[in-house]
């Protein structure tokens, strides 16, 4: 979706983008016309891009995993221990000083001291939030960079535009980190700590969601203040301190079926973008009717950083994806809840090629409590552009690339391996194909009994064999006699319009 600056589809990939063209469904083949109505002819038909594929990711995608998500790096934060509570809103405990308490310095007495009062310190950031008292908030900045102190106050509003999360902080297990080269910087002794952010939105979390920071207190006059949240950003795990009001202000809007974060650049587009929301959800319950919430939150950021986290290997670029789905974590190791990640290099509200993107992504949220994060990858994302496209397929274009593999009877070589998938920009446009040929083939309970069935793996070596025992097993076909039946069916139907 990041356009080629003419009227034509965006490329998600480097280099030049390929050809593409619309199909026709040959009313000839046996069952015809699979979806019910008459057949689409080329003048009825939009012609929107391919839904831009998602980023490539390890085999063990972040994105991508709710049962095994504490083996990820997007997990880290799952494994955090706090020394002190969540702070949302405490109304029976009394303030803390504001003052360290005088200890021998450098002794274990007076660390444990510093962490308590800070930890004290967090918790009021806290409760100032859910009181919504800005000077409190405020309070305990370090006024030195004017900076930071009009960052935390666009913060302090920000959360306040938040339905009902009673945000709060918590110091991680283990929190200090030793950084030197940093007390220069300040002039005063420093504090740098690992925190934990947490907050609930409600309605669509069901538990507190958790993201890790880093911040850095200064001890002036023998009290210490928050100078800094963003010192040690680089050693945070994917998805650290790269929330929407971390990364600057926004706007929120509801749906009936969504929760929009997006930026006050965009706030007259962002009641569309929920509509838009909505109606994914509704076209996206009506193949997955269970297993989640039928409720999404999007992220509409202006700011690349809060997508680029979770793009840190040498095979993931973040340009190659126009968003992505994510599980967030909670403090007790489970999943709190989902986000639609915008990618802003790719995609703003109002793109008129959302609606499918959005049907993609949301087709991972739907799908994501029974897929293992050994799951083949054709499969995840062939069932996801099949549900973007399940109203009508032939709104989908293909890459001149497959048409050209296809009339030669040669698709499918052999079934994408996960280790690979993402870098060919033809798998996406090989595994929708795949998922479509069984839907019209042995039709579409059996498309989803195949996708729950080959999916239900943490194994990500085992990712191919699972899936092809589930072939075999709902089916009735072998890997081989499978792949032969997909080429021959896709030489008499994928051709160009």
């Not at 699979?34 to 038909?45: F, T, V």
């Not at 200064?218 to 210490?224: L, P």
């Not at 997006?262 to 838009?276: C, F, H, I, M, S």
Request: aromatic share 8%.
């Amino acid at each position: 979706m990041s356009g080629d600056g003419g009227s034509g589809p965006g490329w998600p990939y480097g280099g030049p983008p390929p050809s593409l063209a619309p199909w026709a469904w040959p009313a000839s083949l046996p069952g015809g016309w699979p979806y019910g109505g008459p057949q689409a002819g080329p003048a009825d038909r939009a012609a929107p891009p391919p839904t831009p594929p998602e980023a490539p990711p390890e085999p063990t995608a972040p994105w991508r995993r709710r049962r095994a998500l504490a083996t990820v790096a997007a997990a880290v934060v799952l494994a955090l221990g706090v020394t002190a509570a969540v702070a949302a809103g405490r109304p029976d405990r009394a303030a803390p000083s504001t003052s360290a308490t005088p200890t021998p310095a450098g002794s274990a007495q007076a660390d444990r001291q510093r962490l308590r009062d800070l930890g004290a310190l967090l918790e009021r950031r806290g409760e100032a939030v859910v009181a919504g008292d800005e000077a409190a908030f405020l309070a305990d900045l370090d006024l030195t960079d004017p900076a930071f102190v009009a960052r935390q106050r666009a913060l302090f509003r920000s959360l306040l535009a938040l339905p009902d999360a009673r945000p709060g902080w918590a110091l991680r297990s283990g929190a200090e980190v030793n950084r030197p080269t940093f007390q220069a910087r300040y002039g005063v002794p420093i504090s740098i700590v690992r925190a934990v952010f947490t907050y609930q939105l409600a309605g669509y979390d069901s538990a507190r969601a958790a993201s890790e920071q880093g911040l850095t207190f200064t001890d002036r006059g023998g009290r210490w203040w928050l100078a800094s949240d963003g010192d040690i950003d680089n050693l945070l795990p994917p998805g650290g301190h790269t929330l929407p009001w971390d990364v600057g202000p926004i706007e929120v809007v509801t749906g009936k079926r969504s929760l929009i974060v997006g930026t006050p650049q965009d706030k007259p587009k962002l009641p569309a973008l929920a509509a838009q929301v909505d109606a994914a959800v509704s076209a996206v319950a009506k193949l997955w009717p269970s297993g989640w919430p039928q409720k999404v939150v999007v992220f509409a950021p202006r700011d690349p950083k809060a997508i680029a986290t979770y793009f840190r290997s040498e095979l993931q670029d973040v340009n190659s994806a126009a968003a992505v789905a994510v599980p967030v974590p909670s403090l007790s190791g489970t999943v709190a809840g989902q986000r639609v990640i915008f990618n802003p290099t790719l995609v703003r509200p109002g793109d008129k090629d959302l609606p499918a993107l959005l049907r993609h992504e949301i087709a991972h949220v739907a799908t994501d409590s029974f897929t293992g994060g050994g799951a083949a990858r054709w499969l995840v994302e062939g069932i996801a552009e099949y549900t973007a496209y399940r109203a009508d397929f032939t709104d989908r274009l293909l890459p001149t690339s497959v048409f050209a593999r296809a009339g030669k009877g040669r698709l499918v070589a052999y079934l994408p391996t996960s280790s690979d998938f993402y870098q060919d920009g033809d798998n996406y446009d090989v595994s929708w194909l795949i998922c479509l040929y069984v839907k019209q083939r042995y039709g579409e309970r059996k498309l989803v009994s195949l996708y729950r069935t080959a999916t239900d793996t943490d194994d990500v070596t085992a990712g191919g064999d699972v899936a092809a025992a589930a072939i075999a097993k709902v089916l009735g076909v072998s890997e081989t006699r499978f792949i032969r039946d997909v080429n021959a069916w896709a030489k008499r139907v994928v051709r160009p319009a």
